[in-house]
Each structure stands twice: as structure tokens, then as C-alpha cells.
Nanobody, 121 residues
Framework: QVQLVESGGGLVQAGGSLRLSCAAS????????MGWFRQAPGKEREFVAF???????YYADSVKGRFTISRDNAKNTVYLQMNSLTPEDTAVYYC???????????????WGQGTQVTVSS
């Protein structure tokens, strides 16, 4: 059974940092792109960033320059370093793997359960 398990969420003050992790188990995602999405209360899930197998990255404009996505292929794990957080970053953050369409879109084969990030002002 394939599982993506996020961790690292929590409560942080504005201007602070958090590092999210997403550990994949049940299969290797060799060659697969992995992404991060988020969903704020009352809003639709939105794209945050993705990273290809060879480390190519792409970010939403709202997080560019503040967030960094990376991966450790040996550990089957993807990370999201989030700096200069603002209350607008408050959301449940989801990890996703193996897109079936554009990697910035919502069509992925596998999703994690999400981890809450709350940024206080």
C-alpha cells in the first residue's frame, strides 16, 4: 500500500520558518515528480511547488523566493522549507506524487493526509 506521510507542521509566528517533510512508503517514486499543495479554510486546494526526479523545481508566485522544495531520492522523501511565513500561508499542506497531468495541476495519483500550518500575526 502506497503511503505519503507529511510531518513538520505546526504553529509559528509571522516571519518564522517551518520545514515540512513527506515520506513515501509502499513503492519507490523513482522518476516521479512530487509536489506540495495547500488548502486554506474556505478556499480551494492550490499548487505550491513541485520537484522533478532530477531536481528541477517550479513554484507558485505566492511562495517564490520564500519556499524551497527539495528531495532525497535515497530516502524517498520530499521537503518544503518555508521561510518568511505570513498569516496568508496558513493552510493544510499536502504532499502529492506521480502526476497524471501538468505537475502544477491537481491530478496526482497519490496524496498524503495533510499537515496543518498556522501562522500567527
Amino acid at each position: 500500500q502506497v503511503q505519503l506521510v507529511e510531518s513538520g507542521g505546526g504553529l509559528v509566528q509571522a516571519g518564522g520558518s517551518l520545514r515540512l517533510s513527506c515520506a513515501a512508503s509502499g513503492r519507490t517514486f523513482r522518476g516521479s515528480t512530487m509536489g506540495w499543495f495547500r488548502q486554506a479554510p474556505g478556499k480551494e486546494r492550490e499548487f505550491v511547488a513541485f520537484i522533478g526526479w532530477w531536481g528541477d523545481t517550479y513554484y507558485a508566485d505566492s511562495v517564490k523566493g520564500r519556499f524551497t522544495i527539495s528531495r532525497d531520492n535515497a530516502k524517498n522523501t520530499v521537503y518544503l522549507q518555508m521561510n518568511s511565513l505570513t498569516p496568508e500561508d496558513t493552510a493544510v499542506y499536502y504532499c502529492a506524487a506521480d502526476p497524471t497531468g501538468p505537475a502544477s495541476g491537481p491530478d496526482y495519483n497519490y496524496w498524503g493526509q495533510g499537515t496543518q500550518v498556522t501562522v500567527s500575526s
